[in-house]
């Protein structure tokens, strides 16, 4: 009898529903930058981070006297202080305190994956760290890719990739979806240069054109942290 | 000015929302094995197939005593003559016939698409001639994948990123889709050896538990006929 877990990848939030109540723990990747902001805010000694999925929730939370950040197509939002640069949590004003996020796609996909037992924030920046924490949870792993305007996009299933490739890797999980098989092979023929291989996507022309090419390097570089954030009753917190 | 028109690739049919109305021709593929079949079909004759997307529809079409096949979940449906075996078409007695079709993925992928100005049904079958014929539309195509129950899978999404790869090389095309772009990826990894690298596919397993392996093998094999299958009022007819 086969005893592994299973982890599998999808794609997008809206393709959510046809996974939905197989896993008990999510792992939610918006490399490009949510989820990897929030790793590096953690690294940076923040308390927790409350995601929510829209303005109007950060406006209230603003209204109240939190820290705020707010960010919709690669930029920040009129009226909030920050967005999801990676970068903006390196401050020590952020040190210990309670902040609350809102971004186009990683905390649309946080809400949607918060129905599960466990979710917990995936990038580039925590991979070793995520997976080796993954590796003894012994429960059905989902990989939840943000993607970027509901379509499928390349830097999360790289990293959702990675992350199937190493647990595949322990003998402990197996992938049985498509979505998953082809997330492995792009990781894999990805790996060698990260950088080079998205040069051709479109998400990170997109924010090239903002102008956030260091933000774009920070984000692709594997393993700057051991932090793993976690979901528990709303807030993420470090594990 | 960069004057060439757009490929893409729309994973699965549920996606297709997110791209619907930017693309003047849509190709339809389903590899396993409904645009297989149908390619097949014509390969043998046949004067033209008219898609329903449900059984209802088809239960219909055989009342008034058309040839109609139905197919759900890989097998024939109680009631009809044949599913979406390439096989069940190679049978004298239709050449030259109307014949009715409802599949689980593929005549929905059709439905679906049948807003758009031309929409024409690819497989890795008819794969260089459709290419050849694409190539001089002038169009913004997009390859939609029928999937596998509203999934992802790998062989649609190879033989996308086939069709990519080809029209990019005319020089004609571009793709900007990070969906695009990993199919081309997924393609260039796997055209070597198709029917090994889909060993993994989970729809390919499911189909090889039905006992369909020469289905598959026939279906993995590219360039078996010229024909190219087009939409005209309802009716699928050869170009």
């Not at 792992?27 to 000694?45: K, P």
């Not at 240069?193 to 051709?200: M, W």
């Amino acid at each position: 009898m086969d005893t592994r877990k299973n982890v599998e990848v999808c794609y997008t939030p809206g393709e959510y529903e046809y996974f939905k109540g197989e896993y008990d723990l999510i792992v939610v990747i918006d490399v490009l930058r949510a989820t990897s902001a929030i790793c590096a805010a953690f690294e940076n000694g923040i308390r927790s981070i409350i995601p929510v999925a829209t303005i109007e929730e950060a406006q209230d939370y603003k209204d109240r006297g939190f820290l705020v950040g707010a960010e919709r197509k690669g930029q920040i939002v009129e009226g909030f202080d920050f967005g999801n640069s990676p970068y903006s949590y390196m401050n020590e004003d952020f040190i210990g305190k309670d902040v609350v996020l809102s971004t186009t796609n990683g905390t649309k996909a946080l809400s949607i994956a918060s129905d599960a037992e466990t979710v917990v924030v995936g990038s580039l920046l925590n991979l070793d760290a995520l997976c080796e924490w993954l590796e003894n949870q012994d429960k059905n792993i989902l990989c939840l890719c943000s993607g970027w305007q509901d379509k499928f996009n390349l830097e999360d299933t790289i990293c959702a990739g990675a992350i199937c490739d190493y647990l595949i890797n322990t003998g402990k999980y197996t992938s049985n979806e498509d979505s998953s098989i082809a997330a492995k092979y792009l990781y894999l023929s990805a790996w060698v240069n990260p950088l080079g291989y998205l040069k051709s996507s479109s998400h990170r022309r997109r924010l090239k054109n903002l102008d956030l090419n260091e933000d774009i390097k920070y984000c692709l570089t594997p393993n700057q942290t051991r932090v793993v954030p976690i979901l528990r009753d709303g807030k993420l917190v470090k594990i």
